[in-house]
């Protein structure tokens, strides 16, 4: 690599090194920053990796699986899981006992049968690894939690338990073929809550664009601290090259530098943003009473090799992105596409900066890309569109701040002010990257904070509808869901203070859809025929707290009497369905032709639904399932599912218990988005110190300059209020112009990439509350700057200096 | 939230510790620690006086038949296991292993009640291991099982042993019929017994060490063995001889032990020989039988044989020299090329063995507690 001596090499680096030797700080500063930097990104990677663990263990371990149920509808026993073993097929027991007295719920599980759980498909990959290389049985997470006990030890408990309150499920990983299944059994779903499918996907791919933000925002800061020192080092440059050094001969010796530089600081920076991930992620896993005492963020270990090669490459490419750019402009010879590679690679901000075409770019920029992002029908392009807006954004808003100074100075007739106005338009101009990237970091903390907010909402009120009812008892095979409903009608205590509704789930045919074809996927295009149908009776209040999106005047008094249906948000976007419509549908050879009552929130479920009244349904419709949502009030349940047992002569009766199931899903739900705002914190601290470190180094160099008010009679407080005052306005500032663009990213995600993505939007919410916290961390952060500046004020009088100097200009 | 017993301390622990202690025992770890403390944990358990409740074989033990064929819950450890040189129609050389362990948990003698399945009892853990070697490749799988439920278990007679689908029964006719089935192989063995058990040692008793530590031992020597491989969807025919080993005891290795090295041979000249070495930091201790193809099977004391490991693959030895000068026995055990170790919870090498030199022949080979895998 190196075209001359190695002594040659070894003299130019010391000359260029030498000026860091007088400007220790500065070296300081730009190590400072790669760490930081480094820190941040690996930091909120972690975090980021560990939310998406944590979710993808919070949906394993609320996630459906299968079970095995007795045709007859009686009761499972050991008897049956060793007829089952013996038959070759993968069962594991599941032995749940409720013991109010001795600690809420147990399950019991049987280690030794989990074996072939994990074993599944995993035989030919294990047989070619080393003990130690294979992967952890997947079946260890589900059995981490407190919850879980020796199926003997629950055996045993439950004995003293009421045989109500003791069930065993058998859960199967289904065998293949299905026909392998005694024709004594039958498979069912065994779930321990919803599975929250597609919206946890959406939570996902909106933590990747995060990052990729987060990755965006740590390398313009980097940019900026190192054009910071590039534009030091100038002179330096300009006298070696007028002893003879040729330019490239430079460049190289830089490279070498940064390189060496960026080693030293990466590897710390990685293991302090591995440390801060730790500590965040500890410190809420501490505070968190969890259900399951394994933190499920600990389980990722993730290698040291991935981050720091992201960040060496990182800083490399952007610390040296003026060769990069040079290669660029040879290369790309069209002016649109030369002057958006000298955008994406930074332009010198003390010359091009001020020339004219720039503010128009901005504008064509944004223009196209918030068309683009309104219109765009892929989710690359609207991806692509908020690049254009963020890159238009970068550009206009150290502009705006400028060009506003520079108004402001020209109206003003007040010298101190004047002077003010045009030095906080030199900030603006010359600390543009490190502001623009607090800008970003602003905005995307501010899309964060409302989406999660938003996720969190919907997770909630998703689960509030799902499991609205206290309790669910399942219809076993073969009982008669109708008299067990008359019975429940004529239960005094639940019709005074308890609610309750039955419901049948099945099937139902839509004639063929007239779909707009802009907005149709073709993978529901052919569920279209079939959508589900869910018949519910009668209505009680479980349902009518259900959220509706639109509805005619009394939606549920027509639904009771049986005078319309209700269908889902997805089966109205797609049909599409309005109030008032007719739904033709057949149900079991019937047909009937019904007005849409009302449009229900799905939170992001994708299938179309239909919602009937019970008594409508056709006596030939044999529906896939039967249960009973039951809140049993004053009623004790135990009674209620007693009573059912006699009715339906089982030896058992299914309860699940909502309550429970909501309390392990809040709790891992809680956690993920605990994690999610540990993210934005860290990237918002961050980028504060950047801006802090920054705008210190920057108003030292200054300091001399700032001196010079002393010497024009102010007093040093006066001067420290007028610094106050400059590095307030700009911090306030670059707050203020991330409000819009945070506001129209949540916009973005919310309703452009997650409708491209998944189908379906979700509501979108905006809060003025957290706009005024962030308000308040721009004000830290311009104060503390002011107070650096105090001791730099303190320092020697004022040096000689050229006449442009002393006119503000910069050098 | 739901507050109830720890997972990790309670449950968690005692598994393992079942888990361990039954694999531990069985194999000595290939990829455990050399012993420290004695032969992982259970000779811990012995020193301490936890296994007074344990019977402990000792010399003047005798064979009880058919009743040793089933299990002894008063000994903490036992097992079934074969082993067998079969061939293919094309004459494609097959190793097969199959092996059921119990490991007891709590003692109990044979006139106790066991306790009621519906208990979900943990008195005692099964495993069971099965291995398929043909063509370079070795396949192994394992299963565990709770005992007193029915999932796992054995009877003398007719004799039975299962653990889910993989099972050992005894037919009408006398023969054993050895059924396992795993996701991607199996296979389904006829097994014709000539001979009558060959009882080790002092009349069953094998010792395991000089101090006298040991445990019950018999195998029967000549088995002709025709039936199915399935692999990879395709049905085999396959025919040999195998090997029967039962065993049991409380304490198997003595503390400082570090693992074994057994070896059971079809010699050419109608001989069989059974030899083992459990080793330990100032050698070992060396016991066999010499078994005529007429006449009384003979114990081999230590001084009369030798062990000497010639060749390895990594960590464990593969290639092995077998001395025994009274019978002019100076011959080489080779395993064919690959790895043959059975990568279950405890990792141990089980690979079926060539025999040259003074005799030809071939047999099988199992070597335990050898730090790391080939």
């Known amino acids: 690599m190196l075209l001359f001596p190695a002594s040659q090499f070894s003299n130019l680096f010391s000359a260029l090194f030498s000026h860091y030797r007088r400007h220790p700080l500065q070296l300081l500063a730009l190590a400072l920053m790669i760490m930081l930097a480094t820190m941040l990104w690996t930091g909120v990677n972690h975090l980021t990796t560990q939310a998406r663990a944590s979710l993808g263990q919070s949906e394993q371990a609320v996630a459906a699986r299968s079970q095995l149920e007795r045709v007859d509808g009686q009761a499972l026993t050991v008897a049956d899981f060793v007829t089952l073993r013996r038959a070759g097929l993968c069962v594991m027991p599941w032995l749940e006992v409720e013991s109010p007295g001795q600690g809420g719920r147990l399950v019991g599980v049987d280690p030794l049968a989990a074996g072939c759980f994990e074993q599944t498909g995993l035989d030919a990959v294990n047989e070619s690894?080393?003990?130690?290389?294979?992967?952890?049985?997947?079946?260890?997470?589900?059995?981490?939690?407190?919850?879980?006990?020796?199926?003997?030890?629950?055996?045993?408990?439950?004995?003293?338990?009421?045989?109500?309150?003791?069930?065993?499920?058998?859960?199967?990983?289904?065998?293949?073929?299905?026909?392998?299944?005694?024709?004594?059994?039958?498979?069912?779903?065994?779930?321990?809550?919803?599975?929250?499918?597609?919206?946890?996907?959406?939570?996902?791919?909106?933590?990747?664009?995060?990052?990729?933000?987060?990755?965006?925002?740590?390398?313009?800061?980097?940019?900026?601290?190192?054009?910071?020192?590039?534009?030091?080092?100038?002179?330096?440059?300009?006298?070696?090259?007028?002893?003879?050094?040729?330019?490239?001969?430079?460049?190289?010796?830089?490279?070498?530098?940064?390189?060496?530089?960026?080693?030293?600081?990466?590897?710390?920076?990685?293991?302090?943003?591995?440390?801060?991930?730790?500590?965040v992620s500890g410190g809420f896993g501490q505070a968190l009473d969890s259900l399951f005492d394994t933190p499920l963020y600990a389980g990722q270990s993730q290698s040291w090799l991935t981050p720091t090669a992201t960040m060496m490459a990182i800083v490399l490419v952007v610390c040296l992105a003026q060769n990069v750019r040079a290669l660029l402009l040879r290369t790309v010879a069209v002016w649109p596409l030369a002057s958006l590679a000298k955008l994406l690679t930074g332009a010198d901000a003390g010359t091009e900066f001020r020339q004219k075409p720039w503010p128009w770019l901005a504008l064509l920029l944004a223009v196209a890309g918030l068309a683009m992002a309104l219109l765009a029908q892929s989710l690359p392009l609207v991806f692509f569109a908020v690049a254009l807006v963020f890159a238009a954004t970068g550009i206009a808003a150290p502009f705006a701040i400028a060009a506003l100074s520079a108004t402001l100075a020209r109206k003003t007739r007040e010298p101190l002010a004047r002077w003010r106005h045009t030095e906080l338009g030199v900030m603006a101009r010359r600390l543009a990257l490190p502001l623009v990237a607090l800008q970003f970091a602003l905005a995307m903390v501010l899309a964060v904070q409302a989406l999660v907010t938003v996720f969190e909402a919907t997770f909630d009120e998703w689960l509030g509808q799902r499991l609205a009812a206290d309790y669910f008892i399942e219809v076993p095979a073969g009982a008669n869901a109708d008299a067990a409903a008359q019975w429940l009608a004529a239960q005094p205590e639940l019709a005074q203070s308890g609610d309750w509704h039955q419901v049948a789930s099945g099937v139902a045919?839509?004639?063929?859809?007239?779909?707009?074809?802009?907005?149709?996927?073709?993978?529901?295009?052919?569920?279209?025929?079939?959508?589900?149908?869910?018949?519910?009776?009668?209505?009680?209040?479980?349902?009518?707290?259900?959220?509706?999106?639109?509805?005619?005047?009394?939606?549920?008094?027509?639904?009771?009497?049986?005078?319309?249906?209700?269908?889902?948000?997805?089966?109205?976007?797609?049909?599409?369905?309005?109030?008032?419509?007719?739904?033709?549908?057949?149900?079991?050879?019937?047909?009937?032709?019904?007005?849409?009552?009302?449009?229900?929130?799905?939170?992001?479920?994708?299938?179309?639904?239909?919602?009937?009244?019970?008594?409508?349904?056709?006596?030939?419709?044999?529906?896939?399932?039967?249960?009973?949502?039951?809140?049993?009030?004053?009623?004790?349940?135990?009674?209620?599912?007693?009573?059912?047992?006699?009715?339906?002569?089982?030896?058992?009766?299914?309860?699940?218990d909502n309550k429970r199931i909501r309390e392990l899903a809040d709790a891992v739900f809680d956690q993920t988005f605990l994690l999610t705002r540990a993210m934005t914190f860290v990237t918002l601290v961050l980028a504060a110190i950047a801006l802090l470190i920054m705008g210190w180094v920057f108003f030292s160099i200054r300091a001399w300059y700032f001196r010079l008010l002393q010497v024009w009679g102010l007093t040093k407080r006066q001067v420290l209020a007028q610094l106050g005052q400059l590095a307030l306005t700009l911090t306030l500032s670059i707050t203020l112009l991330a409000l819009p663009l945070g506001v129209w990213l949540t916009w973005v995600l919310v309703h452009r990439i997650n409708p491209l993505a998944f189908g379906w939007s979700l509501p979108m919410a905006i809060y003025p509350g957290f706009w005024l916290q962030l308000g308040v961390v721009s004000v830290l952060i311009g104060l503390s700057i002011t107070l650096l500046m105090r001791s730099q004020l303190g320092g020697s009088g004022p040096k000689p200096v050229s006449a442009a100097s002393l006119r503000g200009d910069e050098r | 939230m739901i507050k109830t017993q720890n997972w990790p301390t309670g449950f968690l622990q005692k598994a393992a510790t079942l888990v361990l202690l039954s694999g531990a025992a069985l194999l000595a770890g290939c990829s455990q620690e050399p012993d420290t403390g004695g032969f992982a944990g259970l000779a811990q358990a012995v020193d301490s006086g936890q296994s007074d409740s344990f019977l402990q074989p000792g010399p003047g033990d005798r064979l009880r038949f058919p009743d040793d064929w089933g299990p002894h819950p008063q000994h903490r450890i036992e097992w079934w296991y074969l082993t067998a040189n079969l061939q293919t129609a094309d004459g494609e050389p097959v190793g097969v292993q199959w092996t059921q362990f119990r490991q007891a948990i709590e003692s109990r003698t044979a006139a106790t009640t066991p306790p009621a399945a519906e208990q979900w009892p943990l008195q005692a853990a099964w495993m069971a291991h099965a291995a398929v070697s043909l063509e370079g490749e070795h396949r192994f799988a394992e299963k565990f099982a709770r005992g007193d439920i029915g999932q796992a278990g054995a009877v003398a007679s007719p004799l039975d042993v299962w653990l889910d689908d993989w099972r050992l029964t005894q037919q009408p006719d006398g023969a054993l019929r050895l059924q396992v089935n795993t996701p991607e192989w199996g296979y389904d063995l006829l097994l014709r017994i000539q001979g009558e058990p060959v009882a080790h040692g002092d009349q069953g008793f094998s010792a395991k060490s000089a101090s006298g530590e040991g445990s019950m031992y018999f195998s029967l020597v000549d088995i002709a063995i025709s039936g199915e491989l399935t692999r990879k969807g395709e049905t085999q025919t396959v025919t040999g001889r195998g090997w029967f080993d039962r065993e049991w005891s409380s304490q198997f290795l003595k503390t400082g032990q570090q693992g074994w090295d057994w070896f059971a041979l079809h010699l050419d000249s109608g001989d069989k020989v059974m030899a083992f070495q459990l080793r330990q930091q100032d050698g070992g201790f060396l016991s066999g039988t010499w078994i005529p193809q007429s006449g009384e099977p003979v114990a081999l004391p230590p001084e009369a044989l030798s062990l000497t490991p010639l060749g390895f693959s990594g960590a464990t030895p593969n290639l092995w020299r077998l001395q025994i000068p009274q019978y002019q026995v100076d011959i080489k055990l080779t395993a064919p090329a690959g790895s043959y170790i059975n990568n279950g919870l405890f990792p141990y090498w089980e690979s079926p063995v060539s025999v040259s030199g003074s005799h030809g022949g071939e047999g099988y080979m199992e070597l335990t507690g050898y730090r790391g895998s080939p």
């Open chain 1, 509 to 656: 045919q839509l004639p063929a859809t007239a779909n707009d074809p802009t907005t149709a996927n073709p993978k529901m295009d052919r569920k279209a025929q079939s959508v589900d149908l869910l018949a519910v009776g009668p209505v009680s209040p479980l349902l009518t707290m259900w959220s509706l999106q639109a509805a005619n005047d009394q939606p549920w008094q027509g639904f009771a009497a049986g005078e319309g249906v209700m269908v889902n948000e997805q089966l109205a976007r797609r049909y599409p369905l309005a109030v008032g419509d007719t739904l033709a549908l057949t149900l079991a050879n019937t047909r009937f032709e019904l007005p849409v009552l009302a449009i229900y929130a799905d939170y992001g479920r994708p299938a179309g639904e239909v919602l009937i009244n019970l008594e409508l349904l056709p006596d030939e419709f044999v529906p896939a399932f039967e249960s009973f949502s039951i809140s049993p009030g004053a009623s004790d349940i135990a009674l209620i599912s007693d009573g059912l047992q006699r009715l339906w002569q089982v030896d058992s009766v299914r309860v699940r």
């Open chain 1, 129 to 279: 690894l080393e003990p130690s290389k294979k992967p952890e049985p997947a079946w260890t997470p589900m059995l981490n939690g407190e919850p879980f006990i020796d199926i003997s030890e629950a055996a045993a408990l439950a004995q003293n338990v009421a045989s109500r309150n003791v069930s065993l499920s058998l859960l199967i990983v289904p065998p293949e073929p299905a026909s392998a299944l005694p024709a004594d059994y039958r498979m069912t779903g065994f779930s321990l809550g919803p599975d929250t499918g597609e919206l946890g996907d959406s939570f996902l791919l909106n933590l990747d664009a995060l990052g990729f933000l987060v990755l965006l925002i740590t390398a313009l800061l980097l940019r900026s601290v190192y054009q910071l020192g590039m534009a030091q080092r100038r002179d330096s440059f300009a006298l070696l090259q007028r002893f003879g050094v040729m330019p490239s001969a430079i460049n190289r010796v830089l490279l070498v530098e940064i390189l060496l530089l960026a080693l030293l600081s990466v590897v710390p920076g990685v293991w302090l943003g591995r440390l801060l991930a730790g500590t």
